[in-house]
């Protein structure tokens, strides 16, 4: 099963524009990683955060995570075509060494 | 440095045959996963190998589906016979040391199609 979800499943922004997607979740963890998947294509890493943390800076990359509620939030700013991909976040557990991915929000920048 | 190969990149073949996907990591990562990802979903685990242990395998449907990581480093899997819901996204991953904390690198994939 997955255990983060993402939210909203689909995003359609123009070219300059933010874009915030959530991500929530079910069990404690140890940490929370963001990563994009263009079309056709593997996934790339983009952020990690661990549960001591509260939020973390990436170029145009924003996240937050609030282990009180069990979630995370990506914010990409100024947003460019090149953005346009699939995001997806996925848990780490204190209890085992894999992720468990979401099903992932689809971003579509438009020119 | 160079990421993480995978071949074939795309597989078509009729259910009940064999297939075979190859990886080879980063040099020194000494985790390995593989990954199914079917279309409009995330990656779902199929087996974690550290070094040329597995780690975990709970969700590899072990009547269909083996795999091996040679001395450590390259790894196959293999879906034998294959089913039409077997369609999806090989993924193969690797980390460093896989201690749960670790970015993890893709590879490609390898896109099967069983018709």
């Known amino acids: 099963s997955q255990q983060g979800e993402e939210d909203p499943q689909a995003l359609s922004i123009q070219e300059g524009e933010n874009a915030t997607m959530n991500c929530s979740y079910k069990?404690?963890?140890?940490?929370l990683q963001w990563y994009r998947q263009n079309s056709g294509r593997g996934l790339v890493h983009l952020i990690l955060i661990r549960s001591n943390e509260r939020e973390k800076h990436s170029g145009r990359l924003r996240v937050t995570l609030d282990t009180s509620k069990k979630s995370s939030s990506l914010l990409i700013t100024a947003s460019r075509a090149a953005d346009t991909a699939s995001y997806f976040c996925?848990?780490?557990?204190?209890?085992?060494?894999?992720?468990?991915f979401g099903a992932g929000t689809t971003v579509t920048v438009r020119a | 440095e160079a990421g993480v190969a995978q071949s074939p990149r795309y597989k078509i073949i009729e259910k009940r045959q064999s297939v075979a996907f190859w990886c080879n990591p980063i040099?020194?990562?000494?985790?390995l996963y593989w990954y199914q990802q079917i279309l409009g979903q995330g990656p779902k685990l199929l087996i974690q190998f550290q070094n040329n242990g597995v780690v975990d395998d709970s969700q590899l449907p072990k009547d269909r589906f083996s795999a091996e990581r040679l001395k450590g480093v390259d790894s196959t899997l293999k879906i034998q016979p294959a089913k039409l819901e077997d369609s999806a996204v090989y993924l193969c991953a690797s980390s460093l040391t896989g201690q749960g904390v670790d970015e993890q690198f893709f590879g490609p994939g390898t896109r099967l199609t069983v018709l």
């Open positions: 069990t404690s963890i140890n940490n």
């Open positions: 996925a848990t780490g557990t204190f209890n085992d060494y894999k992720l468990s």
């Open positions: 040099s020194g990562h000494a985790t």
